[in-house]
């Protein structure tokens, strides 16, 4: 079910699922990819199994990043067809694109007998009738990366790479008939379409859905009501609900996963603290299907260790490597972070050149830097792209947005490196609060242990309304340096800390 108050049974949705397969089947004939443009809902859920029973690839469409990067994913995906929903289209102001048809009106072309021979079908016929024909190896979704860094890569992942990493994960969770699912993140999402769409499904459990997982006061009267056991999130979702969401009302939940950004000590601890549940770190790529690592839900044993992303699941395989020549590095050396496994993508659409330099040796190339410790636990310590070169020296981003975030508070900064005609870059730094300014932030920092080198001048500290973020809750990379670098230009007419209003 879902916010909104409607409701399937497993039969049900297996019958509207095939209802769609027959006009998928019909409208969709010149055209592997299928669109969808619709948010976390029952609507959403069985749009994207009738995709699937219908043997087509599914493309969830990012509708947070804009209309150049849905028209990016459509010719890319050589999408014909995308299914929608009038109201949602309405509501969210999306853009009038090419294909488009409405479950609204889908609904009323569904005859009775039809409805008939769909309900008999799913109830007496074996699924090997029911799914169209389709190798394990065949696409089952394209997934568009968030595009942080860089121009969205359409992800290929099979049925067996969802499958693969569906079934790894169980094995670390156990979960079953009796449990029930909070699901708010996006189907555009890897973390969202893999594990709030099939995981309850593949292993038989109930979901209740909410299109938008920043709606704290909503997602805690769903959980009070409906009582979930399982719940995914990141952590700049989760600061959201440690403010406005009571014990009561998710004292049900057994596991809480959360990934896409690091979580930070003083979070995890509030959240236990409130609501007497220990969020379970992760670490996951969407080139992965996609968790890579996880910590187990019992934090006595040696399952779980705080600050580290978990232990790889069952079936991955991780190297860390030296960044440049890649050779192996000993247990405990941060190097570059390698993957492998039966979930690991097919590659990239249309794109066999980024393709190849992601893919080494049978092993994804994550970009990521990280160590294993003696215990086998995975230590992310920042992307590789978040370093900025000074001066020949490597600048990590992430230790002094943590260092910042010690003296401001979580999730009101983000730090960047800009061009410096003499040094090569130079740290930038964009903060949200009010009441402090560049100058106090500087001097707080510089009483800080961080090395000089890295501490920003108070020239480039910049106080602006809001952190550019993706759909996922995640940094928007890109945004973020293409407003320090405006934010830089204007500063040069007039005196350094400039207010970004």
């Known amino acids: 079910m879902d916010s909104t108050g409607k409701q399937v049974t497993f ?30 809902s029952v609507g959403g859920a069985l749009g994207n199994l009738g995709v699937t029973l219908a043997g087509k690839t599914a493309v969830n469409l990012n509708f947070t990043a804009g209309e150049d990067a849905m028209r990016h994913a459509i010719e890319k995906s050589g999408i014909l067809t995308i299914l929608s929903s009038r109201v949602f289209v309405q509501k969210a102001n999306l853009p009038d694109l090419p294909g488009l048809i409405f479950l609204e009106d889908l609904l009323s072309t569904f005859t009775p007998i039809a409805k008939l021979v769909a309900g008999l079908a799913s109830r007496f016929l074996p699924a090997r009738v029911l799914v169209a024909a389709s190798r394990p190896d065949a696409p089952a979704a394209v997934i568009f990366s968030s595009g942080s860094t860089g121009t969205a890569k359409g992800v290929v992942l099979s049925h067996w790479n969802l499958i693969a990493n569906v079934q790894s994960t169980a094995q670390v969770f156990s979960v079953g008939s009796t449990d029930g699912m909070l699901g708010v993140l996006p189907f555009f999402h890897s973390f969202g379409y893999t594990y709030t769409l099939w995981f309850p499904l593949l292993n038989g459990f109930k979901v209740v859905y909410h299109s938008n997982p920043m709606d704290a006061k909503i997602i805690g009267e769903l959980a009070g009501e409906h009582h979930p056991t399982v719940f995914l999130a990141t952590p700049t979702f989760c600061l959201g609900y440690l403010r406005k969401c009571t014990r009561e009302q998710l004292g049900s939940i057994r596991y809480l996963l959360v990934g896409a950004e690091k979580l930070r000590p003083s979070l995890a601890e509030a959240f236990e603290k409130k609501f007497g549940v220990t969020p379970l770190e992760g670490y996951g790529c969407t080139e992965m299907g996609p968790v890579v690592s996880v910590n187990g839900p019992n934090t006595e044993s040696l399952a779980y260790r705080a600050g580290s992303a978990g232990r790889p699941l069952p079936n991955v395989s991780v190297r860390i490597v030296d960044p440049d020549t890649f050779a192996p590095l000993a247990v405990g050396e941060t190097g570059l972070l390698l993957v492998a496994g039966p979930s690991r993508m097919q590659g990239y659409l249309g794109d066999p050149d980024r393709t190849s330099e992601a893919l080494r040796d049978g092993y994804y190339v994550t970009g990521d830097l990280a160590h294993l410790d003696h215990e086998g636990f995975l230590h ?21 947005e943590e260092m910042i975030e010690t003296i401001l508070g979580e999730h009101c900064c983000a730090v960047t490196g800009i061009p410096d005609d003499q040094r090569g870059e130079r740290i930038a730094v964009l903060m949200t609060r009010r009441d402090i300014t560049a100058g106090d932030l500087w001097k707080s920092l510089s009483a800080t242990d961080l090395p000089r080198l890295w501490i920003p001048k108070r020239e480039n500290i910049y106080r602006v309304d809001v952190i550019p973020t993706l759909g996922t809750g995640k940094i928007d990379l890109r945004a973020t340096k293409a407003m320090a670098l405006e934010l830089a230009q204007t500063s040069l007419v007039g005196a350094g800390g400039l207010d970004a209003n």
């Open 11 to 40: 039969g049900e949705a297996l019958t509207a699922a095939l209802l769609l397969k027959k006009v998928i089947h019909r409208q969709c004939a010149g055209s592997e990819c299928v669109g969808l443009l619709l948010p976390s």
């Open 380 to 400: 992310i310590t920042d992307r590789l792209a978040r370093f900025s070169k000074i001066g020949g020296e490597m600048v990590p981003h992430l230790r002094i």
